[in-house]
């Protein structure tokens, strides 16, 4: 089931440098808490950037470090924030395990894709939650990080051919 990309009050968006869209990852999230094999990422499919849509930015802000409370070697889980076809595009890898040596508070447009980006076509995005190795994540017992988008959704072009 996709994650709701859910807008944002005026005051939020304020509040917020900007950011009008926003979802939850959580450790209970279904496909998360679902993926018992180890060593393997689970990709989530968010919203659709659609045709005439412009991102012109995205945050991840670690709400909660993840952790599996009762092993504290599994010290690794990484989100990446893209599209279809260039899943780490927005954010690649950041670390958001509270026993990761490297744990980030924030990641700000840390992928490939050049922004601002208008869609030319209807565009899947997607959220990567990463395990370590010999680990699952459906060990993991806490933890919550947020997706912040800057998008906007432009009018299509008017046809001045037929007017």
């Known amino acids: 089931m996709p994650l709701k990309l859910t807008p944002l009050v005026l005051e939020e968006v304020v509040g917020q440098r900007q950011y009008t869209h926003y979802c939850e990852v959580k450790f209970n999230t279904a496909e998360v808490a679902a993926m018992s094999t180890v060593n393997t990422a689970v990709v989530i499919p968010l919203s659709t950037a659609y045709k005439y849509n412009r991102i012109d930015d995205c945050c ?4 909660q470090p993840f952790e599996d409370t009762a092993d504290a070697a599994y010290n690794s889980t990484t989100i990446s ?3 279809t076809g260039t ?18 508070k924030s990641a700000y447009k840390t992928g490939a894709i050049t922004v601002p980006k208008d869609y030319a ?21 806490k933890g919550s990080a947020i997706i912040l988008f800057r998008l906007f959704k432009f009018a299509p072009p008017v046809d001045t051919d037929s007017v």
Request: proline letters at 2%; charged letters at 15%; a neutral charge.
């Open 121 to 141: 076509a209807d565009t899947g995005l997607v959220v990567t939650v990463n395990a370590m190795a010999a680990k699952a994540l459906s060990n993991l017992k």
């Open 60 to 63: 991840l802000i670690v709400q």
């Open 81 to 83: 924030v893209g599209e």
């Open 87 to 104: 899943p780490t595009g927005y954010i690649n890898a950041a670390e958001c395990n509270k026993n990761a040596g490297g744990l980030v």
